[in-house]
């Protein structure tokens, strides 16, 4: 008796290390300290120590002696401890010892950039272009009527008229033309229309037509192709991964680059905006439909009877650009197939 008792024991303090805070669960695999590398990005780290990431602030133990505690450098070190038996990831930069007092010590390296909380690269060309337009903007977008010195198609030094610009409160334009119409998988209402992008453009002249130069080109510019104000509107680069407060479900609707294979760090656009509660940062699971087969297994009494398989998780996203009533949104894991019209939730 007094040694299942012990074993029972040992077993609550490990589920108690493992289990925490509305089950919020370490990785089985986690290191007890970690010395962060260039590369690393702040999620990639959450995930060696926690089943669900975007949880890292609830163990993250902010030291009042660190300026900027957030940022993470390459170089410092985590380590895990646990304070009144809860997790606790402590960073210890500059000689700062677990006690909280500065150690003498001199430490010369060269000047870098704190680690970013997800790949900004792989999402850094969907910030700003393409974007999401409504029927309404497509509609009443000025378009392009010709080029000039009697070309059929433009490029970056051209000059270009376009149909009608008699607005002068902004000289910079995108030229894009329409691609993909988004649609809800469910009910086939129209949610938007991507706005692919071609160049750039400056204001020369308003009028109709007005004169515009193109600056840059990533395709042929050609009659037609529409053009949307560039807004002064900041960059966002820094992230904060959470789940919505709120449970939203939606589905995947598309893919973004071209890609046909959806994996870790593509862009799927998500058929739930702004309208629907969305925010940046926002974190969902994904998970694959169950197939429909049908049942053939020896004996059976229900012979070709279509069975649905459980739907299965896949993988983790997080939407970086949310418009009305699409989202952008980068794969950050995938642990299994991920397809156009699998189902996304909150976790």
Same mark, same amino acid.
């Given at each position: 008796m007094a040694f299942r008792i012990f074993i029972g024991f040992l077993f609550c303090l490990y589920i108690n290390g493992m289990v925490f805070a509305d089950n919020l669960a370490l990785n089985p695999s986690h290191p007890d300290r970690y010395t962060?590398?260039?590369?690393?990005? !702040?999620?990639? $780290?959450?995930?060696? /120590?926690? @089943?669900?990431?975007? =949880?890292?602030?609830?163990i993250w133990d902010k030291n009042s002696q660190i300026k900027n505690p957030d940022l993470i450098y390459?170089?410092?070190?985590?380590? !895990?401890? +646990? %304070?009144?038996? @809860?997790? =606790? $990831?402590?960073l210890y930069r500059d000689g700062l010892a677990s006690s909280g007092k500065l150690a003498p010590k001199v =430490?010369?390296?060269?000047?870098?950039?704190? $680690?970013?909380?997800?790949?900004t690269n792989a999402i850094k060309q969907f910030l700003s272009s393409p974007q999401v337009v409504s029927k309404s903007e497509l509609e009443n977008a000025p378009y $392009?009527?010709? /080029?000039?010195?009697?070309?059929?198609?433009?490029?970056?030094?051209?000059?270009? +008229?376009?149909?009608a610009i008699n607005d002068n409160s902004t000289d910079r334009y995108t030229v894009y033309r329409p691609g993909k119409t988004f649609q809800d998988p469910e009910t086939g209402d129209v949610l938007g229309y991507e706005a692919v992008y071609i160049g750039d453009t400056n204001l020369l002249r308003t009028g109709?037509?007005? %004169? #515009?130069? #193109?600056? =840059? %080109?990533?395709d042929v510019t050609l009659v037609g192709d529409r053009l949307l104000p560039i807004k002064a509107e900041q960059i966002r680069l820094t992230y904060h991964p959470r789940a919505s407060e709120t449970y939203i479900q939606g589905h995947i609707i598309g893919v973004l680059d071209g890609v046909s294979q959806i994996g870790q760090y593509n862009v799927v656009v998500l058929d739930r905006g702004t309208d629907d509660g969305i925010e940046t940062g926002h974190v969902f699971e994904i998970l694959e439909t169950g197939k429909i087969i049908r049942e053939n297994a020896r004996g059976s009494i229900y012979p070709e009877r279509a069975v649905k398989l459980p739907d299965e998780r896949s993988g983790i996203l997080m939407v970086f650009r949310p418009f009305n009533k699409v989202s952008y949104a980068l794969i950050l894991k995938a642990t299994g197939p991920i397809h156009v019209l699998d189902q996304i939730r909150t976790p």
């Open positions: 962060v590398a260039k590369g690393d990005t !702040l999620w990639d $780290i959450s995930a060696m /120590f926690l @089943k669900d990431p975007w =949880r890292w602030p609830e390459p170089g410092n070190v985590l380590v !895990l401890t +646990y %304070t009144d038996g @809860k997790p =606790r $990831i402590t =430490r010369e390296e060269e000047l870098q950039a704190a $680690i970013p909380v997800i790949p $392009i009527v010709a /080029f000039a010195g009697e070309h059929i198609a433009g490029g970056a030094g051209q000059n270009i +008229y376009v149909i109709n037509p007005a %004169t #515009l130069h #193109l600056t =840059r %080109t990533v």
